[in-house]
């Protein structure tokens, strides 16, 4: 028998070379990846613990610290990585911005609900602190446009009765014939001036006689045409007012009202809203509110008297639910000692609306119309539409 035979031949002995494994990098020798205490004393490698300071352990970070060179360096950038948290960081806490709802009815969305003042105040002081809150409420500004509602039946049931319109156009033959003569235009040329001075004498006759008839009863002067929405929708108060300790106040306290408010009549308009404030130091700020009311009038009264100053009023108008804006005007209200003595000398109604009128007091005199009985007095002061 032969020798046994094993069917997997062994395997030879690895071939000499050099080991595998390798030494571990941590270590804090000079030129490797840790740093340490004597690594300062050598520019570059000084500038990389610098710049992985955050990495350093405590007691290379208090030999960096204490160093005369490298310290000053070390303070400057965790200055400059608490500046740029702070920045990071969101400028008011979380949770502390008002809903969104609030922000809608703050920033009078369609259909907005009436804020409380003292809530509204709160409000308005975040809203001027936040840039969130001030951007969203700014989307607001500009209302949707109005929905338009056409009803065609009409016009439809009307094309239907009517009968088709048919047009014949006639042939038409031209034949040559004798030449016209041409005719003389003198006797034209004669009548024209008089036509022209005829026509002139009758329009200052009618002038002449409307003038006349209206002497007794005459009205506020016009005003000039303004142009701007606010001239054409905002009527009154406008220009200066009276003081509520004025005589005009005081002598006639049944007709002279605190001030009016007088808006233009809206089409479809539900409600009317106004709210007054102190004027701001200038014309991009304003006071603070004062007073506010809502009617289903374009006419609302104000119940409390005003000292001398400036006043800004805001309006707005309700339709189909939806508000919109009307705009905003200023007013002042001041003391004249030389219109209070001539008003102490009159007597007459008449009198007093014109001495308001030419001295300029337009929103007192409206209002002191607005108090007369109907007759043709009050409608000689109210007729006129303002601002036209």
Known sequence: MSAFQPEKPGSPAPPAGPRADMGT?????????RFGPEDLQDPERAQQALLHWDALDARLLAVLERHPH???KLATLRAAEAWLSEQAEP????????????????????GFRQLDPARRTTLEAHV?????????????????????????????????????????????????GPQARPRSLRPLRQWLPMAAAAGFLLLAGGWFALRQDGAALTGPRPDPLLRGRSSEVLWFPRGALLA???LLHTGWPALAPQALFELAPQAGAEEYKVELFHAGGDAFTRG???WSASSTQPTLELPLGLEPGRYTYEAWVVVRGLEQPLGARDFSVVRDAGLEQELASLGRLEDVLRLLDQRGYVSDARALAHRLPEGELRSAWLSPIPGR
């Open 25 to 33: 990098d941590m270590t804090n020798a000079s030129r490797g990846p």
């Open 70 to 72: 490298h310290g000053p």
């Open 91 to 110: 400028r008011t806490p979380p949770g502390s911005c008002p809903s969104a709802d609030e922000l809608y009815d703050y920033g009078r969305g369609p």
């Open 128 to 176: 001027r602190s936040c840039e969130d809150c001030q951007e969203l409420v700014l989307t607001l500004a500009a209302p949707p446009p109005l929905p338009l509602e056409f009803d065609d039946a009409p016009l439809r049931a009307l094309s239907d009765e009517l009968p088709p319109l048919t047009v014949e156009i006639p042939s038409v033959t031209v034949r040559p």
């Open 244 to 246: 509520s300790d004025s």
């Open 288 to 290: 603070g509110r004062i």
